[in-house]
């Protein structure tokens, strides 16, 4: 069992469902978001629930000097990470040349440069124990054409695969998780009530079964991880079609 996890989008969601479920097994957890007043809720749940210790470190991940916090407290020899969770997320619109062009900066910051940087900060001290874990969020809108979102989510997918082949020999593994739409407040951020995201109920997933299945799979070492078998033959079918019947396909939804 890790000693201590560090949780990227702590706050909510994924993220928070990581927090409980490696709590529940006897982890302390750093939690790492934006919001102090939700994470020091989630904290005090899991202090309660689990009786383990709850580190509350606020930051936004796309602003270098609160970023070089989460850096710190991932290289700190006295108080070691054993697991680092990379949640953090945002959605934007598919219409990308409707989007401003700061929020897109935003995104891709938050989606590909922060989980590079905090995992490259992770990595030293967990390669020189010989043991570690790595999670990263991904989506299986990394297999479908979906605007800049997609395209995050397929860095995070390659980054992952060749990382988990590179260090894993040396004990540190690295896995992206591929959730489909999964019940969270991830479409409400972006202005969607629940019930409006233009998605087929049997399509989503729970939070708590995404976050069991991957679990298990970044504990057998898996490199990429595609919760519940309806998302598997999603993906699959999807990885063969044309890139405009792709995103066709990948235009439904929000």
Not at 114 to 124: D, T
Not at 176 to 204: I, K, Q, S, Y
Request: proline share 5%.
């Amino acid at each position: 069992m890790p000693k201590t996890v560090l949780v990227t989008g702590a706050s909510s969601g994924l993220g928070a469902q990581y927090a409980r479920r490696l709590a529940a097994r006897g982890a302390d957890v750093v939690l790492v978001g934006r919001d102090g007043a939700a994470l020091d809720a989630v904290a005090t749940e899991i202090r309660d629930r689990c009786r383990v210790q709850a580190e509350v470190l606020v930051a936004d991940l796309t602003k270098p000097r609160q970023r070089a916090k989460v850096e710190a407290r991932l290289t700190d020899p006295e108080r070691p990470i054993e697991v680092l969770v990379n949640s953090a997320g945002f959605g934007l619109p598919l219409a990308f040349e409707r989007n401003d062009i700061e929020d897109e900066a935003r995104h891709l910051a938050l989606h590909v440069e922060a989980p590079m940087r905090l995992m490259h900060a992770a990595l030293g001290p967990m390669l020189s124990r010989g043991h570690g874990r790595v999670i990263n969020v991904a989506s299986v809108a990394a297999y479908t054409p979906r605007s800049t979102y997609g395209a995050v989510k397929r860095w995070v997918v390659e980054f992952s695969r060749w990382a988990n082949a590179a260090y894993s020999p040396s004990g540190v593994t690295v896995t992206a998780v591929c959730p489909g739409f999964t019940h969270t407040n991830f479409h409400e951020r972006m202005g969607l009530a629940p019930g409006r995201e233009g998605v087929a109920d049997w399509l989503w997933l729970d939070a708590e079964v995404v976050v069991e299945q991957s679990l298990r799979d970044a504990a057998r070492g898996r490199a990429v991880s595609i919760p519940s078998l309806k998302w598997k033959l999603i993906t699959a079918v999807a990885r063969l079609l044309p890139a405009s019947v792709a995103a066709a396909a990948g235009s439904r939804g929000r």
